[in-house]
């Protein structure tokens, strides 16, 4: 699925550093996620829109903030960063919520030193 | 709330052999339930959804309400199985969301 691209796929920063992780797609879907993947927990969501300019908490927001400007992208930004985030984050976004599966990016694999 | 077990965290079985990944939920209502499956580093491929009732590369899994599962299953392994799959579940009311449980590796020796 070449519609959701996520950017950086690698990225290295030091704690109390903020980074911003990409995530733009194609297919002019309302919905939009991130969840970060860690051993032991699975997928948690960290924050979700509905639409442009709504968004509401997940899971685990803390330590993130998100914006959706546009449709298509979905920056989710960590203000300061921990070690606690090292994580792999997915970017993940569906047409409606009715019966429509959601579809994944290929994640940003962040380490924070 | 929405909650998905998985209570294995690996599986490993021989080529050829069936396999059976675990999935259990809770929710109130009437959830739908899908099967992700993860190849090593790459993106979260939708597998199966509870209300195609499809098979997809060999894998099936019912939906038993009664017993709150959605067992994903295989008759015979093959070694390209071999992946993280998640068992995740959308709740009616949930605007799009996914719980997802915590993983099983599987491993499927040649």
């Known amino acids: 699925d070449a519609g959701i691209t996520q950017s950086p796929r690698y990225k290295i920063t030091e704690t109390g550093r903020q980074v911003t992780l990409m995530c733009h797609q194609t297919w002019s879907h309302s919905y939009m996620f991130w969840y970060r993947q860690d051993l032991g927990h699975g997928l948690r969501l960290i924050y979700y829109s509905a639409a442009a300019d709504i968004t509401d908490k997940g899971e685990v927001p803390d330590g993130y903030v998100v914006s959706r400007s546009k449709t298509e992208n979905f920056p989710l930004t960590l203000e300061s960063a921990t070690r606690s985030q090292t994580s792999v984050y997915f970017c993940a976004s569906s047409d409606t919520y009715s019966n429509q599966p959601q579809h994944f990016g290929d994640g940003t694999r962040l380490s924070i030193l | 709330a929405q909650r998905v077990t998985q209570p294995e965290k690996l599986l490993s079985v021989f080529k050829g052999a069936p396999v059976e990944l675990k999935c259990n939920y809770s929710?109130?209502?009437?959830?739908?339930l899908f099967w992700y499956v993860q190849y090593s580093r790459q993106r979260l491929q939708l597998l199966l959804r509870?209300?195609s009732r499809e098979s997809i590369k060999g894998f099936t899994a019912d939906l038993n309400k009664g017993e709150t599962s959605f067992h994903l299953k295989k008759p015979f392994a093959q070694e390209e199985d071999s992946a993280m799959y998640y068992c995740a579940l959308r709740g009616g009311t949930s605007y799009g969301k996914l719980t997802f449980g915590q993983g099983t590796i599987l491993t499927v020796h040649p």
């Open positions: 929710y109130s209502g009437s959830p739908e």
């Open positions: 509870h209300i």
